[in-house]
């Protein structure tokens, strides 16, 4: 299990995401996670930690990224 976690290529983005939920920056509703109101997916996916690391992830979404970044920041 600690082998699973720590090889986890998406772990600083959900560890992100924990902290953003922790600074209520990020809503988590049943296990679901929302930036905004909008979940943090693609359509037709659920906002799920994996999926959402995921999205965070993608190029396309890094300025998403970098604005619930700095929001944990202050």
């Known amino acids: 299990m600690f082998l699973?976690?720590?090889?986890?290529?998406?772990?600083?983005?959900?560890?992100?995401i924990k902290k953003a939920v922790e600074k209520h920056v990020v809503q988590n509703r049943d296990n679901h996670f929302y930036y905004k109101g909008f979940p943090l997916c693609n359509d037709n996916e659920e906002a799920t930690l994996n999926i959402a690391a995921k999205f965070l992830s993608l190029p396309k979404n890094q300025d998403l990224k970098f604005s619930i970044e700095a929001a944990i920041k202050d």
């Open 4 to 16: 699973k976690v720590a090889t986890d290529q998406y772990l600083p983005v959900k560890v992100l």
